[in-house]
């Protein structure tokens, strides 16, 4: 039994590994790489591995740099069965749809079609519920685990060649409102574990809140707007709820919220199918027909034209795409924002290295912005209590649960790989950062 590892290896992104058991031939994930341009380049490279040979395609969830390849991968001869969880099905559908139809519009050739994107959809053939076992031939099992991470996220139990394989997807961060904790892994002979913010803890998401609630009460109080960057899945439904929770305490002033992104919008439709899935919590809040994704100060602007008539308003919450300002409405947001010391910029997720967002992040004084030099005065923050990744803590309690024989450490820049790395064989586990493209017998 052998993995090759071809994608989210030394860095964050293009979540892609390849598992050779018994003759089954099987794919956990095929993600996009984003951030650098070296880095995005990998998009167009030749997979490690025939496509047309892979049998099975397991999905951990429905973010692009783990599903945004799987159009190519069909397009390139992929001819095998798709398995994911119900609702990452259909978030899968509205981010591969988007995805095709930003493919189709790139000047230097696309990467693959929307036919190509609606044949991956039709690869989807098996939906699972956590914790429900699918044969997959030549005594090779799966079992998919709540993640925590995004609704219908899962980490992945492989079972073959009498070896417990587990791979983390993303693992989410404890407490958020709108998805459960995520499960504890079972007893693992391998683990491959991501490591996004495998060098640091993240603050209690009560303080987070707080802190988010001053930066809004501050920024209106001085004039100004508050623009938080999102991605389309996840965070903004979270920020949306926390907003909104916000607004029913009397927190935070009555203003203007727009939710400036097509895409978000129809994610947060899908959520709306799901609520029974939410904590108790949330579910709570449906049950008294209370809906935080709807109610009086939020305005969804679902046109170009609408979207243009948010640069009329002051004094207003604007959340938009894309999550790290590398393309969407966010870039107009950000150009009229960012010159203006009375406005704030908040960051709730991970900004990858050679993003807008991580440039902003990082403090540059000026960002090129649609073709224009945009100075940097209106206020950054950085509210890391948000995340849904767990933090170093969580994925060190969660490894020492697997206990495993072998740990192969993945989606995570050089600093937080190397940090979790110290701490794991500090412990006395064995650990190895893989190289992309390395192929490792087990």
Not at 31 to 60: H, I, K, S, Y
Not at 61 to 72: I, S
Not at 299 to 318: F, Q
């Amino acid at each position: 039994m052998r993995i090759t590892f071809a994608g989210a290896a030394g860095t964050v992104t293009g979540s892609c590994f390849f598992v050779e058991a018994k003759g089954v031939k099987l794919l956990v994930d095929c993600g996009m790489f984003q951030g650098l341009p070296e880095l995005e380049a990998r998009n167009a490279e030749p997979f490690p591995f025939d496509p047309a040979e892979v049998d099975w395609l397991l999905l951990t969830h429905g973010h692009l740099d783990h599903l945004g390849l799987v159009p190519r991968l069909v397009r390139e001869g992929f001819q095998g069965r798709g398995i994911c969880t119900v609702p990452t099905r259909d978030i899968a559908q509205v981010m591969l749809m988007d995805a095709a139809r930003i493919q189709e519009e790139e000047e230097d050739g696309a990467l693959y079609t929307a036919e190509d994107a609606l044949e991956a959809l039709d690869r989807l053939h098996v939906t699972v519920e956590y914790g429900e076992e699918v044969e997959l031939g030549k005594g090779v099992r799966v079992r998919f685990h709540d993640a925590g991470h995004i609704l219908g996220a899962a980490f992945v139990e492989v079972q073959a060649e009498g070896k417990t394989l587990v791979f983390s997807g993303d693992l989410g961060n404890r407490g958020k409102p709108l998805v459960e904790d995520p499960s504890y892994p079972p007893k693992a002979d391998v683990l491959v574990l991501e490591s996004t913010y495998g060098d640091r803890r993240h603050p209690p998401i009560e303080e987070s809140i707080e802190e988010l609630r001053r930066v809004i009460v501050d920024t209106l109080q001085a004039g100004g707007n508050v623009v938080i960057p999102s991605f389309a899945l996840e965070r903004t439904q979270e920020v949306l709820y926390i907003l909104f929770r916000l607004w029913k305490e009397r927190r935070i002033p009555r203003t203007k919220i727009f939710l400036d992104s097509p895409l978000a919008t129809q994610a947060t439709k899908i959520f709306e199918r799901y609520t029974e899935r939410f904590p108790e919590p949330a579910r709570r809040l449906f049950r008294r027909k209370e809906d935080p994704f709807d109610f009086e100060l939020l305005e969804y602007t679902l046109t170009k034209a609408a979207s243009k008539k948010i640069a009329e308003e002051n004094g207003v919450i604007i959340i938009a795409g894309s999550g790290m300002c590398t393309g969407g409405r966010i870039l107009y947001h950000l150009k009229a924002n960012l010159p203006r010391p009375e406005s704030s910029i908040v960051f709730v997720g991970y900004q990858a290295e050679g993003t807008l967002g991580r440039a902003i992040l990082d403090g540059a004084a000026e960002v090129e912005i649609l073709g224009s030099w945009v100075p940097v005065r209106a206020a950054v923050w950085r509210i890391e209590g948000l995340s849904a990744h767990a933090d170093q803590e969580i994925l060190l309690d969660w490894a020492l649960r697997a206990d495993p024989t072998q740990t192969f450490l993945v989606h995570g820049e050089p600093q937080a790989l190397g940090a979790l790395a110290s701490r794991l064989a500090s412990l006395g586990y064995s650990v190895h950062i893989p190289a992309w493209h390395e192929t490792v017998e087990l």
